[in-house]
């Protein structure tokens, strides 16, 4: 069994900055793609960025040069670190990574249980 465990959601003022993580755990023998993604009420979930196992980054136009994506393979971890924060990027963020359990075993899709991020004055 995969599991997906975020940390470092909370509420912060405008201009803050905010660490969001996200380990996974579990019987896993490869992960591809991790990412980040969001959904603020009444909207649909979109994507924030993306990292391949490469290290090839994808930001949304909104988060550019705002938010950095990172990994530690190591710790099976992503990483989101979110400053110059807006109202608008208030919203729960969901950690997803691209998982194989096994060597033959298919590429399946895990997320996380989502974490809360609240920025207001």
């Known amino acids: 069994q995969v599991q997906l465990v975020e940390s470092g959601g909370g509420l912060v003022q405008p201009g803050g900055s905010l660490r969001l993580s996200c380990a996974a755990s579990g019987s896993i023998f490869s992960i591809t793609t991790m990412g980040w993604y969001r959904q603020a009420p009444g909207k649909r979930r979109e994507l924030v960025a993306t990292i391949t196992n490469s290290g090839v980054t994808n930001y949304a136009d909104s988060v550019k040069g705002r938010f950095t994506i990172s990994r530690d393979d190591a710790k099976r971890t992503v990483y989101l670190q979110m400053n110059s924060l807006k109202p608008e990027d208030t919203a729960v963020y969901y950690c997803?990574?691209?998982?194989?359990?096994?060597?033959?075993?298919?590429?399946?899709?895990?997320w996380g249980q989502g974490t809360q991020v609240t920025v207001s004055s």
């Open positions: 997803n990574m691209g998982i194989k359990r096994g060597g033959l075993s298919p590429l399946d899709d895990y």
